[in-house]
């Protein structure tokens, strides 16, 4: 049994750690830690988890930590997460960090776009990306994980073969993502109120969220080239899911099938992705609920241009479930253990 | 391996039952059967399962059902279950209906209530009504469950421990149910568009929802008395869970905890069965995903009445996953196999 | 045109009383005082606003106020109206109270239910119980008047009429009350965001509310009886709209018809009442953006039992709209002005 | 007085024209025709209308309206409205047309895109395209006008100053459209009920819907040259509300002032747009129940792009306010005459 412990278990990004790592047919949970609610049952924060958990939140304790778990997942705000890491590390635990800190291969990127100053820059190069379609064989021996962003994973997947097969114009890339409000976390917030959020729509931070330079720097490396792109993220209302809409001139007047066949080889063994050919465009509902990332396009000949549409369910794919595709990589057992779930489509 | 069938595989609580019985680890499904969907994969009506199933929906042919099935789960409309029953019952092929049709003792209340004259009354005493908790031991022999309904379900888990103790006036209850959609079906109609829906509440079938007649028969058999009550289901604008709130006047000045033993001693050993007594009342997102019923309640001194709380996914407890419980009682396995996930609660 | 302030005029309350006053023909504001938002535009609060009203918040300056007002709407949590509305009776203004502090015409019922000690008891027999359809004479010539909660207006609106004609067996009745989040007010609270919300409904305060103590004196009022009952709250997934199913014993066997001419002879000449005979239960939807309150009710036969849904728009007849009828009431100008418009539907 | 018919009175437009003219004070209603509710009340389908409105939907008759309709609303399916049109039209009535029917100059257009003949070509040079903010002066003088689809009025007014400007790369033009249900009005359709389009999202007829050629068609007047875009339409989980992002090249560097008083000037005059410049992107929720158009921008300097947010509620400004403004224009009385209603924010 694979010894976890989850620093952060009571946010919405990690209580689903603890949902999904408990079903999990090679982990035992060691330490659950929650600053906001030492000494809670989880089950009397979550009255889902009665009578299938007893587990108590603790304080953060790194030593205690240390002595009985394999891997660490932490699920922190950015910048809480910098030094924890680097001291389970120090330690020899393997680390899956879901917050940016460890995301970025260039320390100047993270700093500018989450305008603080990282405390471990040497470890940004031993960390791996967290997305196992592209960067599977790096995180094999990772030791630190940066578990991708919601956003960064559903507009990465999507895009990812058409940049590196060189396929579309670089600098005309948009992605309109649309999310539920799990994305946008627990805190108390006025505008994430049912009474604000029912019955409207919401987009924001336009040409700014943080995201926009985990998806370039990623896409960047999978061409070869500085790609630079436009990034709206909306709040829906809903709870689960992300559809992100992505538009690109193409380069030349590639058909469907030509396209079909570069997507379809690029994720030619992946259990996790679903590229669609049928005319049916992929919805959150078909995934929320697994760990799956669906992707779906259509060819506008009239335009040349390319409009791809990819879904994941933001606390799954885009979080807790990747984390745990990637856990399982690491200690080299069945990447789709305890993930193997469909959709709940209703 | 349980080689199971499903007939009327493609409505809301048949494709539950695909869903979970394909994550069932002693289950291999040998022939889904729809009606309206003949000859498409059911990953192309319900593309979550992309990946996942390749089944074929089939025509009904009880013929070829017979052959390769230890048990057929029939999820039709009320009346369409009557004599496919009657014929596997007959091929020896045990069979969990989630219909009406083999719900009830007494053939006559379910004429009455249902309006149609039952074809094979003499089965009606060969079925077991499919609620564990109350008839485990029936289930356990049993060739044909009538499998419960939703609000059943509900009502019943909530009010059979007062029922059998004598704590209440049994002239003086009053179940008043709140349902998410899903409960009403996949058919069309105009009142259950979103449009409709959303942002509204509705009450219907007040004083003469046939599910009354189920909840009256299964508690009048608990107490051994002729119980008749008030039942009000209503339709919210929410997908999955049921709710009931539930009224009846005390014969005594029973305090909490009293009554609190009532229920824990009443539930001792389920394990999908969970007792409030912190001043929490459960919540559907605490039970959706989830085979679980949980129940609080609270005790009114002043006017000496009790208000009980009970909340189940009306997909699962209340229909799919019931059923599944049902099946792992009468094949003599485990009977959370296949069913120990905590609910969702995001 | 009666000049118009409003006392906590940013909460969903008053910016609802913002928005309908906008529009009466015979209004003009004054002054909008928000204690949290001194010196913003409501326009910025509430940018549905832009292009309506330039009006900014004030802090709270009772002198000022009563120069140039004829009336004063407080909308402010409970227990502190009490000695604002003292000061302006005292300088001639009249006052519409939308918090429980005029609502009662016994303090100790008033103390005891809100906790707090009434430091101007004398003033709550001036006061009026806002609800138009029963005390408009007295509402005519009333100086302070309490302005019913949302609970309560549904509630006694659907029973005052069986209680008044002595139908219902009155140790019999039970409120189970299902309402909008709006209901819960704008304060941050973890259990209002939209996750935890969404797709599940939650029973409250179950035999604890507080509008308890209002339904029972006012119907106790109305029937010269001391009236107990069980009142059950739920907030449920929408924004607006209040549905209330009644339950009580019938003191005899009367019919559909009968109690349908008790019912409309009982609200013979009400503009905001409307009264179901048809088969069709009222739905929020009806009445969702109007001051109506649709009124439905089956009689079952079979258990000589009532069952009344009453439904509301919880902001408009449950709060600002009812607050609007009574200005016009206490002002003699034609009782529906600002308020003659029908419900959204969608 | 204005005699006003409505053709197609019980569809989601059709019934929200009755609901936004019954309180237009310079309107009386002659006749509500509905071909699938012969001889029923408007409020017996619409409870909403009980004690507002007695009229009963008649079956069509031509001659009949055209004795005492000084204006008829046709709301029918497409292809529906252009041989009663040109009755009316020959008869002297005045028609604003809520179908796709009148509203294309170029016939080819039209017949390509909606795939039928028109079988009144000639009429299309007479009906003018019902945007007030663009074809003011044409409408006051029209006899027919082809009143604006819903996503064609949030895209046109978002767009239509850049276009007319040449700020913007014509070829660059990207239009991601999300709408809430009412949009796709008010048939049966598996995919509209509450289960199918709660917590999901839907992307449909990507770069093939018809509204294209229509948001094509008028901007291209706009700007003298000839505009092809991209537009994504997609249905999301609420009632009302369209919200449109909308991405362009930018031609220079023009900075946020710049482009903002080009918005301003554009519609100097305008009492329905309102446009942002403080920061705040306008959601639907600050424009549903108004017959405004919110409209928002930010400028990514990095990128030299700009990102348009435009909002109406499709109800209103995008089918039956607009058809309303028209009217009025039409008859020479004040502009914002029944539609001078702020959001409902709630």
């Known amino acids: 049994m694979i010894k976890v412990s989850i620093i952060g278990s009571t946010g919405y990004a990690g209580i689903e ?23 809670k049952a989880v089950s009397d924060l979550y009255p889902n988890f009665r009578h299938v958990t007893d587990k108590i939140c603790n304080p953060l304790d790194v030593h205690a930590i240390s002595k009985d778990s394999d891997i660490v997942f932490t699920s922190l705000p950015h910048g809480k997460s910098d030094t924890i890491v680097q001291f389970l590390h120090k330690e020899g635990i393997k680390v899956i960090d879901l917050s940016a800190d460890y995301r970025y291969q260039k320390v100047s990127t993270y700093e500018n776009w989450y305008n603080r100053k990282h405390e471990n820059p040497h470890l940004l190069k031993e960390a791996v990306y967290g997305l196992p379609e592209i960067y599977r064989n790096e995180i094999k021996n990772a030791n630190i994980v940066g578990n991708p962003g919601c956003y960064g994973t559903a507009a990465i997947l999507g895009l990812a073969p058409l940049v590196a097969s060189k396929l579309i114009d670089q600098n005309s890339i948009i992605v309109d993502a649309k999310s539920g409000a799990t994305g946008a976390g627990k805190s108390l917030s006025q505008g994430l109120h049912f009474c604000e959020l029912s019955e409207t729509m919401r987009a924001y931070k336009i040409a700014s969220h943080r995201h926009t330079s985990e998806i370039e720097e990623i896409l960047s490396l999978c061409s070869n080239e500085d790609i630079k792109l436009s990034f709206t ?6 709870k689960r899911g992300i559809l992100c809409t992505m538009y690109a001139n193409l380069e030349d007047s590639f058909d469907f099938n030509y396209i079909y066949d570069v997507y379809t080889n690029f994720y030619a063994k992946e259990a996790f992705i679903e590229i669609y050919n049928d005319n049916i465009i992929p919805e959150p509902k078909f995934v929320n609920g697994s760990n799956s990332c669906h992707i779906g396009f259509v060819v506008d000949e009239r335009l040349n241009r390319i409009i791809v549409v990819s879904v994941i369910d933001n606390l799954i794919k885009g979080a807790s479930g990747q984390a745990i595709q990637n856990m399982n990589i690491m200690f080299g057992i069945d990447e789709t253990m305890g993930l193997d779930m469909p959709g709940w489509y209703l």
């Open 17 to 39: 750690l603890v949902r999904l790592l408990n079903s999990h047919p090679q982990v035992s949970i060691s330490h659950l830690i929650s600053h906001s609610h030492v000494g």
């Open 233 to 238: 993220p909306h709040l829906m209302p809903l």
